[in-house]
């Protein structure tokens, strides 16, 4: 399920050797039956320099605030076109 989720992983982690390193990562979410992509950037909240996120005990982990970020994003989008929806119905 996690490589359904984290699509080509490999391609997105970062590489000092290749230098393709882009600063985006793209996630997919089951919903109604089909996959939704979500694109995010590798901007994470801190305060202190600590992470404000669920985070790994690993300290140089950092996919599962990722994918966290991106579900956020995700739900965020879909309130917005569900409310929209909802009001041009209501007009």
């Not at 699509?7 to 997919?28: A, L």
């Not at 694109?39 to 320099?49: E, G, R, S, W």
Request: aromatic share 16%.
């Amino acid at each position: 399920m996690l490589l359904q989720v984290i699509p080509e992983y490999r391609q997105q982690e970062w590489d000092s050797e290749n230098n393709n390193y882009v600063g985006i990562f793209h996630f997919r979410f089951w919903r109604f039956g089909q996959w939704m992509d979500v694109v995010i950037d590798d901007l994470l909240p801190t305060c202190d320099n600590e992470l404000l996120c669920t985070q790994s005990s690993v300290q140089n982990e950092f996919w599962i605030p990722f994918v966290e970020k991106a579900y956020a994003k995700y739900v965020k989008n879909n309130h917005v076109i569900f409310i929209s929806s909802l009001n041009s119905v209501l007009d």
